[in-house]
């Protein structure tokens, strides 16, 4: 049995479970795990037991009890001495863009709920989301332009404000935000992270289904299933087309190969 307890809801739609589950995997603390599937009869109290507060995540170490995802964040990265910049300037910054995911978006939270196996999802584009998607292109954009040259993180080395986003780079990808060169490439590193990957592989053998997280499934995603589709097909096309002229050159060739041997 480990010393670190961590309460989760489910991996495919509880977005405040996946911070503190990414940065003890970042820290390497390894924990035990109890997974209280959200939306049930039982989930209420199940989850009672764990917290006054009523909501997961919660952390449970020795004889503390911890919850609201930041505070876990925050008390991890306390008692490991990682998890947050070292410099003081930085460090001020990761707490404010933490705090600010904590406490905010609520536009994006609302309308791109987190499913984390979806994807090919679409939702009509409202000013409050506009907006919160622009904010969030902005600041990882700053924080990737000062920080770059020392690593593939927000803060050049992985933080606990990479966890707070790990969710959002999971939205981002279910309903398909545009984003700038910079945060796309920020993205990519969130998405390409193993433990978000092995996170998404539990996720989609989950079979619980929760009505209010299956956002984006309307004529506007049928539309974006037809448009991939659509590309699909010509690309298969043009990759034919440039194979047969690969072939027809390549038979040009060796019929000239023949001619010059005779
Ligand atoms: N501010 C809290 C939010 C936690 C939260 O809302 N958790 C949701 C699941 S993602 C929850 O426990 N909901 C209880 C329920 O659905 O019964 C945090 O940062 O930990």
Redesign the pocket.
């Known amino acids: 049995m480990s010393d670190f307890t961590l309460v989760i809801?489910n991996r495919n739609?509880?977005?405040?479970?996946l911070r503190p589950w990414m940065l003890m995997r970042h820290l390497q603390l390894s924990f035990d795990e109890i997974l209280i599937p959200?939306?049930q009869p039982d989930?209420?109290a199940r989850?009672a037991q764990h917290s006054p507060a009523?909501?997961?995540?919660v952390l449970r170490h020795r004889d503390w009890v911890i919850?609201?995802?930041?505070a876990i964040g925050e008390f991890l990265c306390e008692l490991t001495g990682q998890g947050w910049p070292r410099e003081r300037g930085a460090r001020a910054m990761a707490r404010v863009v933490s705090a600010e995911m904590?406490a905010g978006f609520g536009a994006l939270r609302a309308q791109w709920p987190m499913n984390a196996r979806a994807t090919g999802r679409r939702t009509p584009m409202t000013p409050g989301l506009r907006a919160d998607i622009e904010r969030i292109d902005a600041l990882w954009s700053d924080c990737r332009r000062r920080h770059g040259a020392q690593g593939p993180w927000l803060f050049g080395d992985y933080s606990l404000a990479d966890a707070m986003y790990a969710p959002v780079a999971l939205r981002f990808r279910t309903y398909g935000a545009v984003l700038s060169a910079a945060a796309l490439a920020y993205l990519d590193t969130l998405l390409q992270d193993p433990p978000l990957l092995q996170w998404l592989r539990a996720a989609e053998l989950e079979t619980w289904s929760i009505a209010a997280g299956e956002a984006g499934l309307g004529p506007l995603a049928a539309d974006v299933a037809q448009a991939d589709a659509q590309r699909a097909d010509r690309d298969e096309h043009l990759a034919q087309e440039q194979q047969q002229a690969a072939d027809e050159g390549q038979h040009r060739d060796d019929e000239q190969g023949r001619d010059h041997g005779r």
């Open positions: 809801g739609y509880s977005s405040w479970s959200l939306d989930t209420r989850i009523g909501r997961v995540p919850w609201e995802s930041i904590h």
